[in-house]
């Protein structure tokens, strides 16, 4: 099968155009509907790379009526001969990328593209044990937090925590060149092993799981090693070179930036650096090589797991959004936490991530609303805050203060211009715009790669 790509509007003169690197990044809690602009956005660049995170992002892409999920692999693989890059700074479970590669190729996807990392970090089995058996605890022995939650931190349970933190411990943390090697791998697995066994039996652990054998769990990894073997390599060097010779590279956040370790919602956030400067870490290209960084938001704002929302809506208004939106987890199924944009945090993101950009999405899902809110401020302990506030304990007991606007009817999915959007759908981007300081480049009124407006 070949892939078409169907011309979305205003993408051609993209594609035409050769920028140097670019980056797209989540503004809000993930789930911004950033695989569409990477998917976009690939057209124009010669490799598409992860930087960050791990399976617990996942990414849906509609190319000529064929849905793809994924949820390591960049969605830049759906375009025939561009590399596809898993960097250094995402934890990969190789089994997860096996099963991407089978499902791709079973749509007829050429999957030669891909590349990973030798020195990404690998999320083994028992990283997703403890994942689970840690919520598990931490849910029973501290039901009720400072921030009014539960204990838990509401993770995807793909291990990402663990293999992070592993990754800092670093005796015994195995990397993807180490499934390539068996005396290596084996004298890693065995250090780890040791404090594995004895923290998984006092988180609850009780059968004698072949995930914390030595023996299996040596073969298994030596066997998914050599299924990936062909990827396996220093991608530092790779995308150097590739810079190099003039080649441009499309960088792609996972999660979103209020889910980022040191600059979200601490403790409710990931492990990784989700941010546009996780790039450096996470592929060893410098900052000063991304010129362009696009901010991805919904017209409204989602959360999946525990933490501060302070614009969340727990009535009719919220399930209805919800409803409309498909509101429902790519990676768990669990139903979004939803409420009115909140242009405070995005606008801080716009400023963490320096983004030159910004792309919206799902703005067809606020059709239907006889006036639509914004998130303008925040209201915590009778003081007024036009910025955000990323101290959870703080940022949940504030209160948002709103602007409404008036709400359209009509349906947007086949607007193929902004000045072509209904009056008032057309005011409340600009509006949007005008309060983030920076420009709507590109609409996004549908799943598919021709219901956008773009313009960049
Ligand atoms: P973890 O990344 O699985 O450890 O989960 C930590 C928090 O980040 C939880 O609240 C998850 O629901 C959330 N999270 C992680 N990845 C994503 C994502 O891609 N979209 C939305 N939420 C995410």
Known sequence: MTTQHPTASGFS????????????????????????????????????????????????????GSRYSLHLIPSGILYPG????????????????????????GKGVDTRGLVISDRAHVVLPYHKLEDGLREDLLNRSNPATAEGGSGNIGTTRRGIGPAYAD?????????????????????????????????????????????VDLDALTEKCLAVGQRLAPMIQDT????????????????????????????????????????????GTGTGVPATRVSRVIGVMKAYTTRVGSGPMPSELKNETGNRIRERGREYGTTTGRPRRVGWLD????????????????????????????????????????????????????????????????????????????????????KYVDFLEKYLGVPVQIVSVGPGREQTMIAM
């Open 13 to 64: 003169d993209l594609s035409a155009r050769k920028p140097a690197c670019s980056a797209v990044v989540g503004l809000q809690w993930g789930d911004e509907g950033k695989g569409k602009i990477v998917d976009l956005m690939a057209a124009a660049h010669d490799a598409v790379v992860r930087y960050n995170g791990g399976a617990n992002a996942g990414h849906s892409v509609v190319v000529a």
């Open 236 to 279: 530092t060097q790779l995308l150097h070179g590739m810079l190099g010779q003039g080649k441009s590279i499309l960088f792609e956040g996972a999660n979103g930036t209020l889910l980022d370790v040191d600059h979200g919602t601490y403790p409710y956030v990931t492990g990784s650096s989700c941010i546009a400067s996780g790039i």
């Open 82 to 105: 561009k590399a596809a890059v898993i960097g250094n700074g995402v934890v990969v479970d190789p089994w997860k990328v096996v099963d991407e590669i089978d499902g791709l190729a």
């Open 167 to 211: 990754k800092c411990q670093r005796a015994g943390a195995v990397r993807m060149r180490d499934l390539l090697r068996r005396d290596a791998l084996r004298e890693r697995l065995s250090l780890s092993l040791a404090v594995k066994k004895p923290l998984l039996s006092g988180l609850g652990l009780t059968d004698g799981s072949s995930d």
């Open 343 to 426: 242009l405070v945090a995005t606008k801080y993101s716009v400023m963490i991530n320096g983004a030159t950009g910004v792309a919206l999405t799902m703005l067809d899902v606020l059709a239907g609303f006889d006036q639509v809110n914004a998130c303008t401020a925040y209201e915590i302990d009778g003081k007024t805050y036009d910025y955000f506030v990323p101290d959870a304990i703080e940022l949940s007991k504030a209160k948002p203060v709103l602007t409404t606007l008036p709400g359209w009817s009509q349906d947007l999915s086949t607007v193929t211009s902004r000045d072509r959007l209904p009056d008032n759908a057309r």
